[in-house]
């Protein structure tokens, strides 16, 4: 903006003051750009402003962009959006411009705009403004709060994506919610290092092989006192009611105790039961065998989610062969069976039993709260 010459004293500017206002409200636009381009530079290059004197820079500033087309609302924002001692006044209303071109580089960056001032452009904005903000490179928590009440999945995400955006507990145990429902939240969802890990393992079955590789590698890296602390945490989350039991329930039930009561209730009775089309008893036996709720065994066997079978094979120490056995039998209707299974196989061999076990941890809360 600046054509060279020199800025006036700071003193200057502030004698000036109402005849500044004045030309401020002058209906010529060259005359307020010339006006503007003056004020800017001298902004920028006086030392030891007072706050009086920032005052007086914010007051005719924001009276001159009001008036200024675009593009010049765009390069001043542009030119004050990192300044720390940027008049609070304009930036405000830079940051309340109803073109995003104008407020997004102030949103993104301004360390002048204070909290509120984010709050109140949220609920007055719209989904452009909200991004900008979700784009800071610290988000405080009431912030994100009202982002994800107003914003859409696309800010959601954006947020997400931002490690610098502190988020409570109940913020993200709504994004989760909403995660669920749209398969272009899920990385950013599962790839967010803060996730709560109880949270993190709620997506596991909903997302792709990829992240879900995501989540157990992140289960193995877990400190124990973390997964205890986000075990207890999870725990009130668990549902209560995840579906009606099969007809077939209580007599299964009674079979697979009898088993069980006699010592014969063993992986391989386990395999016979897919083979002869007990699909209630084997559910019953699997989760017993791993700890696990009757509706997550049946989940994981009637959406053949092999990967997720992988896991709970390895927890309860059965060796690849049984695994393979349940694989091939799970997928027989499918062409090339056995070498889909040898692939899943191969995915078991370099499952680490300690990664399968902390995952089945968060597994078991369900059972947990069934019981309960």
């Not at 109140?120 to 994800?148: K, L, N, P, T, Y």
């Not at 890990?197 to 909903?206: C, K, S, V």
């Amino acid at each position: 903006m600046s054509d060279g010459a020199a800025p006036p004293p700071v003193q200057d500017i502030a004698s000036r003051l109402p005849d500044l206002i004045a030309l401020a409200q002058e209906p010529s636009s060259e005359k307020r750009r010339a006006l503007l381009r003056e004020l800017t530079d001298c902004f920028f290059g006086a030392a030891g402003r007072s706050e009086a004197e920032t005052a007086l820079y914010g007051s005719v500033l924001g009276e001159l962009t009001d008036a200024m087309e675009l593009a010049v609302r765009a390069e001043l924002a542009e030119r004050f959006a990192a300044v720390p001692d940027a008049p609070h006044q304009l930036i405000r209303r830079l940051a309340n411009d109803e073109a995003e071109d104008v407020a997004r580089p102030v949103l993104q960056a301004s360390p002048v705009l204070t909290e509120a001032d984010l709050i109140q452009v949220i609920r007055s904005r719209g989904q452009g403004h909200m991004r900008a903000v979700s784009q800071r490179a610290v988000v405080s928590e009431a912030v994100s709060d009202a982002i994800i009440d107003r914003g859409d999945d696309e800010t959601l995400g954006v947020l997400l994506g931002n490690d610098g955006a502190r988020m409570s507990r109940a913020a993200c145990e709504a994004a989760v919610e909403r995660a669920r429902a749209n398969p272009a939240l899920h990385a950013p969802t599962v790839e967010r290092a803060s996730l709560p890990p109880d949270l993190l393992n709620e997506m596991y079955f909903t997302v792709e092989a990829r992240l879900r590789q995501r989540i157990l590698e992140q289960n193995a890296r877990m400190d124990p006192a973390l997964l205890e602390s986000a075990l207890a945490a999870g725990r009130a989350r668990v549902a209560t009611d995840d579906g009606v039991l099969p007809p077939d329930y209580a007599e299964s039930l009674a079979y697979v105790e009898e088993l069980r009561a006699a010592g014969q209730l063993t992986p391989q009775i386990l395999a016979r039961f897919l083979r002869s089309g007990g699909r209630t008893s084997f559910l019953i036996a699997l989760s017993q065998l791993a700890d696990i709720d009757f509706h997550t065994a049946r989940q994981i066997v009637e959406r053949r989610e092999l990967d997720a079978l992988a896991v709970v094979c390895k927890a309860a120490d059965l060796d690849r062969a049984l695994f393979l056995t349940y694989a091939v039998v799970l997928l027989n209707t499918d062409g090339d069976a056995m070498g889909k299974a040898r692939a899943y196989a191969g995915m078991y061999n370099e499952l680490t039993r300690e990664a399968a076990l902390r995952t089945l941890r968060f597994w078991r809360m369900r059972k947990a709260g069934h019981a309960a």
